[in-house]
């Protein structure tokens, strides 16, 4: 897997700290009519604050360079399916991870917004939205201010050991820069492309 997609996965599955702009759910409102009076309880709120409280750690984790904290979330039978098909495992996330730990210089402003969350039985769907600036080593071997932004979905399991993330899928919306130079997040990083511009055919 490419570098650059790599350091972007692999922030989107270990951290966060993020803003709630959806809570969507499924089957967790509840209306009671008692005596003529409506009373509505929102059960996500218990759901919500847990996920903050994950997602912050994560971010701590990346700070703190804490690669056992990083990999503690991850549920033993993680898969993340990239746009190119290609399927990571856990044990290959763990590798990127570890290895990547050692290319991030300085991490900038971390952030990732939920743009819904959805809680089904044991299992959280989330569609988290990264925003991830940092100075990397990049395969010139030289640092580089970098930025990447992806949206995807994510699936978290409910286990006696806590929550932890089960599969990363549906990666879109992708923006990756380097030194503000827009670059395919899908190929190699190579310092002489042309910026590059989605959806137009690149030479």
Known sequence: MKLFLSAALIALVIMGSFALDVYAQDDLIMVKNKGGVTIIKDKTKPVRREFEAIYA???????????????????????????DGQIMNYETIKNYIRRG???????????????SLTVKGNEVIVE?????????????????????????????????????????????????????KSHDPHKPYNPNDSPYTPNKKQE
Request: hydrophobic share 35%; charged share 30%.
């Open 57 to 83: 750690e994560g971010v701590r984790a990346m700070k703190n360079n804490d690669v056992e904290a990083m990999l503690a979330t991850i549920s033993p039978d993680f898969t993340a399916v990239l746009p």
């Open 101 to 115: 730990s050692q290319q991030f210089v300085e991490i900038g402003d971390l952030r990732i917004t939920l743009e």
């Open 128 to 180: 988290a939205r990264q925003y991830f600036p940092r100075k990397q080593r990049l395969r010139d071997g030289k640092i580089h201010d970098v930025f990447s932004s992806v949206l995807q979905t994510e699936t978290w399991v409910k286990t006696t050991e806590g929550w932890k993330k089960r599969k990363v899928e549906n990666e879109r919306e992708q923006i990756f820069t380097v030194d503000g």
